[in-house]
C-alpha cells in the first residue's frame, strides 16, 4: 500500500485514474461476459425446450397415424378371418357330404328298396353333385388357405374324382357280365379296395383337415 501512495505522489493523480480503469474495465468485462453466458446459456434452453416440444408433438402424430392404421389393419384382419371361417366351414360342409355320398356309393352291397336302377342312379348323381359342389366352391376360395394345406384339399380333391370314376367304371364292368373270369377277379378286388380306402382311409385325411381348420380358426 505505501508503494501504491508512492506512486501516486511520483506520478500523479493519472495513475489513480488508469488504475481505477483497469479495475472497474476488468469487472466491467467480467459482468459483461457473465451476462453474454447467462444469455447464451437461456437461449439454449430455450431452443432445448422448443425441440423437445416438437418431438413431442410429433411422437403424437406418428402415435396418432400408427393407431389409424393399426385400427385399419384390426379391421381388415377380422374382415378377412370372418371370410376365411365362412369359407372354411361351408368348404368342410361339403368335404362331409362327398364321403358321406362317396362310402354310401362304394358300399360292395346295396338293399334295393324299390328299384335297384334308379337307386343307383341316385346314389351316382348324389356323388357327382357333391364332388362338383365340393371343387366348384374350393377352386375360386383356395386363396385363403396357405400352399401346403391347398395341396392337401387338391390331393383331396384328386383323391374322390379318380375314386368315383374307377369305381363306376368297374361297377359298370362287372355288371354287364361281358368280361372273363380273370378280369371279373381283377375288377372284384378293384371294386373291394377302392370301397375299403373310402371307408377307412379317407376318414383320416378329413380328420387331417379338421385339425388344420380348427389351428386356423383357433379353436382347441
Known sequence: MTEFYNLIQTNGPGVLIIFAILLFGKKIIEHFF???????????????????????????????????????????????HQERADVIKNLYYKIVELQAA???????LHIVIENADNEERVRLERVNNALNEFIKYYMPNKIF?????????????????????????????????????ELY????????????????????????????????????
Not at 362317396?102 to 360292395?108: D, E, G, H, Q
Not at 394345406?149 to 368297374?170: P, R, T
Open 34 to 80: 457473465s451476462e453474454m453466458i447467462e444469455f447464451k446459456r437461456t437461449e439454449l434452453n430455450q431452443q432445448l425446450e422448443n425441440y423437445k416440444t416438437k418431438l413431442e408433438q410429433e411422437n403424437k402424430n406418428f402415435q396418432y397415424s400408427l393407431d389409424i392404421k393399426l385400427n385399419e389393419f384390426n379391421i381388415q384382419f377380422s374382415k378377412l
Open 102 to 108: 362317396m362310402t354310401v356309393f362304394t358300399r360292395r
Open 185 to 220: 377277379d381283377a375288377f372284384s378286388k378293384t371294386s373291394k379296395d377302392i370301397s375299403e380306402i373310402v371307408k377307412n382311409e379317407y376318414p383320416k385325411l378329413i380328420e387331417e383337415l379338421e385339425k388344420e381348420f380348427r389351428k386356423i380358426l383357433g379353436v382347441k
Open 145 to 181: 388357405f396357405d400352399k401346403k394345406l391347398a395341396k392337401k384339399l387338391d390331393n383331396i380333391a384328386n383323391q374322390y374324382w379318380n375314386k368315383s370314376y374307377d369305381f363306376s367304371q368297374v361297377s359298370k364292368a362287372l355288371k354287364s357280365g361281358d368280361i372273363s373270369r
